[in-house]
């Protein structure tokens, strides 16, 4: 696909964050999730969960209105409503510690939808359907992950240092449940930014939508509601 300098611009920015996350795509979950080494924890069981749970839980908001925002754009009239009542319930959330069952849920509702999207080979005829309105809504969306993404670097490092403090401790371990849910999800946020979001980025671009470059500088887009 031809693209001007400002398209072009967007898309190294893009690959310049992804590879500062963690390097090739394929590598990306495996690198962000496992080994590395750990910091210890505090020796304070509860207050390095509350600790971690309240540094991952922005970042897991942002994601998870990210992706209900890309699918619901995508979505077919009778299924929006779905997502629409998941996106509310998700900006409600306040407790981190009884966030993770909702989260995950949103999670599941719209990860293989987004991979499917990502790899469908009409994703760009789509895209160019869509609403002006919704095209901005998509844009901002993949933004918001690519932002979280970026953010969630060193907090997954910091979960892992949670869990390996205690992982020797049987009577801790189900402490650190919320952890690890949190550390997976976060990591399959990364995951996306390096494979789905790429697509995305170049597709809208093609449709003359800019997606805002993520980075130490960057803020998360509003998105207040679903077109």
């Not at 754009?73 to 998700?90: G, I, M, P, T, W």
């Amino acid at each position: 696909m031809k693209m001007d300098r400002r398209n072009f611009a967007v898309l190294s920015a893009t690959s310049a964050i992804l590879y500062s996350l963690a390097g090739p795509a394929k590598a990306q979950f495996g690198s962000l999730l496992g080994g590395g080494k750990s910091a210890g924890g505090s020796g304070n069981v509860e207050a390095d969960v509350k600790g971690f749970l309240d540094r991952s839980f922005k970042i897991e908001v942002t994601a998870s209105k990210a992706y209900l925002a890309i699918v619901a754009a995508y979505a077919k009239e009778e299924d929006r409503a779905k997502y629409q009542s998941l996106f509310q319930d998700v900006g409600k959330l306040t407790d981190p510690k009884e966030a993770g069952a909702k989260l995950q849920q949103v999670r599941e509702s719209t990860e293989a939808e987004i991979k499917r999207l990502a790899e469908s080979k009409d994703l760009k005829e789509t895209t160019t359907k869509l609403s002006e309105e919704k095209q901005k809504q998509v844009g901002k969306a993949v933004g918001n992950v690519l932002y979280a993404a970026f953010q969630a670097k060193g907090v997954i490092d910091a979960g892992k240092s949670v869990i390996t403090s205690v992982s020797k401790n049987p009577m801790d371990i189900p402490k650190i449940e919320p952890v690890k849910g949190a550390v997976e999800r976060l990591g399959s946020a990364a995951s996306l930014a390096s494979s789905a979001m790429v697509k995305f980025v170049d597709v809208l671009a093609g449709v003359n939508v800019k997606v805002e470059s993520s980075g130490s500088s960057s803020k998360e887009e509003s998105i207040d509601s679903l077109s």
